[in-house]
C-alpha cells in the first residue's frame, strides 16, 4: 500500500515538472520571438529574395530590392511602416508556445530516460546524449508545430500589398491550392535542418557550460588552496598573540569570535548572491555562442526550407522574382544545387547576417529567461505543494482528533 501511495506521488510530480518546464519554456520563447521579430522578418525577405545580392547585373529586372541589412530594414519601415517589422508576430507567438514547450519537455524527458540507464554518468556517452536528446526534442518541437511555422514565414514574406490579410486568411488560401498537406510543405527539408540545429545549440551550450564550470572549479581550488597557505601562515604569526589575548580578556575574545563568525556569514551570503549572478551571465553567454554556431552551419538548410514554404506565393512583382509552385516538388540537394547555379555560394547564406543577430541573442534570451522563469514556478510550485501538505497535516490531524474523541464515547 505504502508502494502504491509512493509511486503514485512520484508520478504525479514528475507530471508536474513536465508541467513547469513547458511553462517556462513557452514564456521564454515568446520572449524571444517578440524580442527580435524585426531580425526575422528581414532574414526571411532575404531568403525568398531569387536576385543575387553581390554582382547582380545591371538590368532591373534582375536587381535585388533588398542588398543590405540596414537598408532592408529602412525600406521596410518605410513602406510598410513600423509594424512591417512584427508581420507574422502571431503566428510566430503560436508556433513558439507549442515548439519552445514540447522541445523543452522532451528535451528533459529524453536526459532523464539515459540518466535512468547511466548513459549521462558516462564521460564517454554524456556528449552523445545531450546532442541525441537536442536533435529529437527539436524534431519533436517541430512537427507539433510546423503550420504555424510556415504561416509566419507566408505572412513575413507576403510584402505590400497583402496577398493574405490575416492568419486564418493564409491558413484557406495555403489548403485550397495545396491542400492539407500545403501546410506541412517543406516539413521533410526542415527536420534535416532542425536536427543538426537543435543538436549543435543544445549540445554546443552543455558543452561550453561544462567547460566554464570546470574553469571556475579549477580557479576555486587554486583561490582555496592560497587562502589555507595564507591562513596557515597567518595562524603560525598570531599563535602567541592569540594565547595573550586570551589570558587577557575571555570576554573580549569570544565578542571577536562572533563578529567574525558574522563576518564570515555575511561574505558567504555575498559570495552566494554574486555566484547566482556569474551563473545568468554564464546561461547568456553559452547560450549566444552556442545560437551563434548553430544556425551558421545549417543556415543554407533553412534558406532551402524558406524557398519550399512560400512556394507559389503571389506577392507583388516589386519584390522580384516569385518562388514558382514547382519549387516545392524539388528535392533537397536539387534546391542546393539551383541556388548555389543561380545566385552564387553567397545565395546559400542569403539573411545570415539578419539570421546570426536574430539566432544569437534569441538562443541565449531563450535559455537566460527559461532558467529565470523556471526557477520562479519552482518557487511557486513548492510554496502551493507546501501549502497543501500543510492543509492535509490539519485535515489528518483534525480527523484524527474527531476520531479520538469517538473513541473516548465509546
Request: aromatic share 6%; net charge positive.
Amino acid at each position: 500500500m505504502g508502494v502504491a501511495v509512493g509511486d503514485a506521488g512520484s508520478e504525479k510530480k514528475s507530471k508536474g515538472r513536465m508541467a513547469v518546464d513547458a511553462t517556462a519554456g513557452a514564456i521564454a520563447g515568446c520572449i524571444a520571438r517578440f524580442l527580435t521579430g524585426p531580425f526575422d522578418v528581414v532574414k526571411i525577405r532575404f531568403q525568398v529574395q531569387l536576385e543575387p545580392i553581390v554582382g547582380a547585373p545591371a538590368d532591373a529586372l534582375r536587381r535585388s530590392k533588398y542588398t543590405g541589412f540596414t537598408q532592408a530594414l529602412t525600406t521596410i519601415v518605410r513602406e510598410e511602416g513600423i509594424q512591417g517589422l512584427w508581420r507574422g508576430t502571431v503566428p510566430g507567438l503560436l508556433l513558439t508556445v507549442p515548439y519552445t514547450a514540447v522541445q523543452f519537455v522532451a528535451l528533459q524527458q529524453v536526459r532523464q530516460a539515459a540518466a535512468s540507464y547511466g548513459l549521462t554518468a558516462n564521460p564517454g556517452t554524456a556528449p552523445l546524449v545531450s546532442l541525441a536528446s537536442g536533435a529529437l526534442a527539436g524534431a519533436a518541437a517541430t512537427v507539433a508545430s510546423y503550420p504555424f511555422d510556415l504561416l509566419r514565414t507566408t505572412l513575413a514574406a507576403q510584402g505590400e500589398p497583402k496577398v493574405y490579410k490575416t492568419l486564418w486568411e493564409a491558413a484557406r488560401g495555403i489548403v485550397s491550392q495545396r491542400g492539407p498537406a500545403g501546410l506541412y510543405s517543406g516539413l521533410g527539408v526542415t527536420l534535416v535542418e532542425i536536427m543538426p540545429y537543435a543538436a549543435l545549440q543544445f549540445g554546443l551550450y552543455d558543452a561550453l557550460n561544462a567547460a566554464v564550470n570546470e574553469a571556475r572549479e579549477r580557479h576555486a581550488r587554486e583561490q582555496a588552496a592560497a587562502a589555507d597557505a595564507a591562513a596557515d601562515a597567518e595562524a603560525a604569526a598570531d599563535r602567541r598573540g592569540r594565547q595573550a589575548r586570551t589570558r587577557s580578556g575571555g570576554e573580549a575574545g569570544e565578542g571577536r569570535a562572533v563578529r567574525e563568525v558574522a563576518d564570515e556569514a555575511a561574505a558567504a551570503a555575498e559570495r552566494s548572491a554574486s555566484g547566482l549572478q556569474s551563473n545568468r551571465l554564464q546561461a547568456f553567454a553559452c547560450g549566444l555562442v552556442a545560437g551563434l554556431v548553430a544556425k551558421l552551419v545549417t543556415h543554407p538548410l533553412d534558406v532551402a526550407k524558406k524557398r519550399y514554404q512560400v512556394a507559389g506565393l503571389q506577392r507583388s512583382l516589386k519584390y522580384g522574382a516569385r518562388v514558382e509552385a514547382g519549387f516545392a516538388m524539388r528535392s533537397l540537394a536539387q534546391s542546393l544545387v539551383d541556388i548555389y547555379r543561380t545566385e552564387g555560394v553567397l545565395g546559400l547564406w542569403k539573411g545570415s547576417v539578419p539570421s546570426i543577430i536574430k539566432a544569437a541573442p534569441s538562443a541565449a534570451i531563450t535559455f537566460t529567461a527559461y532558467d529565470a522563469v523556471l526557477a520562479w514556478l519552482l518557487v511557486v510550485a513548492g510554496e502551493h505543494s507546501s501549502k497543501q501538505a500543510a492543509a492535509a497535516q490539519a485535515a489528518a490531524a483534525a480527523a484524527a482528533a474527531a476520531q479520538a474523541q469517538k473513541e473516548s464515547k465509546k
